[in-house]
């Protein structure tokens, strides 16, 4: 079974500062892994995945993420906080094959003051 | 492309209504996800398809709810008879299901409210 903890619930960051959303996962399989971001009433948007290429994940708008098997860590980090980066994100895992399902984490509530 | 297209975007209804919830999947994708989101349970998944044929339903909370999908186009998720606590978000996401890892797409929602 596979599940993820998104270790904080809420992150509150000044514009232009680094942004860390912590991730871990737990996964019987070689794990797919997968940042959403929801903005508040919309769905949710891809921000990027790991597919057991590279290691380091670039995705839009500036976030990445590192695959550290040994830690079982999947974090998001951004180098520098815009005031539209204010949204819930959310950690994912897939494992398996095929018709394998998702499992979310319960999401990180990113707060940017100006 | 629209994206997934979710109708209606909110529903106000009274205990003990029926409700339907559609969806409209992305061209050309095979796969379909019901989600539902609660502040208390986060995103859980209800059920989803895979060439129009329900794969797993192990997430669908009870009898009450029932969903369809008959044809690639279209799927509805029905409650009935709607309660206040089915109140939540629902969110239809589609894939194109292959070999490799493929993301899924999700749509705008709809917003439940069962008095």
């Known amino acids: 079974a596979q599940s993820v903890t998104q270790l904080d619930s809420h992150v509150s960051v000044s514009e232009g500062t680094p942004v860390l959303l912590r991730c871990n996962y737990s996964?019987?399989?070689?794990?797919?892994l997968f940042w959403y971001v929801q903005h508040p009433n919309k769905g949710l948007q891809l921000l990027l995945k790991y597919t057991s290429a590279a290691t380091l994940v670039k995705g839009i708008n500036g976030f990445e993420a590192e695959f550290k098997k040994s830690e079982t860590s999947f974090h998001l980090t951004k180098p520098s906080a815009h005031m539209s980066d204010a949204a819930e994100y959310f950690c994912?895992?897939?494992?398996?094959?095929?018709?394998?399902?998702?499992?979310f984490g319960k999401g990180t509530m990113l707060l940017v003051s100006p | 492309d629209a994206g997934v297209i979710q109708s209606p975007r909110h529903e106000v209804t009274e205990m003990g209504q029926e409700v339907t919830l559609r969806c409209k999947p992305i061209s050309g994708h095979n796969s379909l996800f019901w989600y539902r989101q609660t502040m208390m349970r986060g995103l859980e998944l209800l059920i989803y398809?895979?060439?129009?044929?329900?794969?797993?339903d192990s997430g669908m909370p009870e009898d009450r709810f029932s969903a369809k999908m008959p044809n690639a186009s279209f799927s509805t998720l029905k409650i009935q008879p709607s309660e206040p606590r089915d109140s939540a978000v629902y969110f239809c996401?589609?894939?194109?299901?292959?070999?490799?890892?493929?993301?899924?797409?999700f749509g705008p929602g709809t917003r439940l409210t069962v008095l």
């Open positions: 996964s019987s399989y070689s794990p797919s």
């Open positions: 996401a589609s894939s194109l299901t292959t070999s490799g890892i493929n993301e899924q797409f």
């Open positions: 994912v895992v897939r494992g398996g094959s095929g018709y394998s399902t998702l499992t």
């Open positions: 398809f895979n060439n129009n044929v329900p794969i797993d």
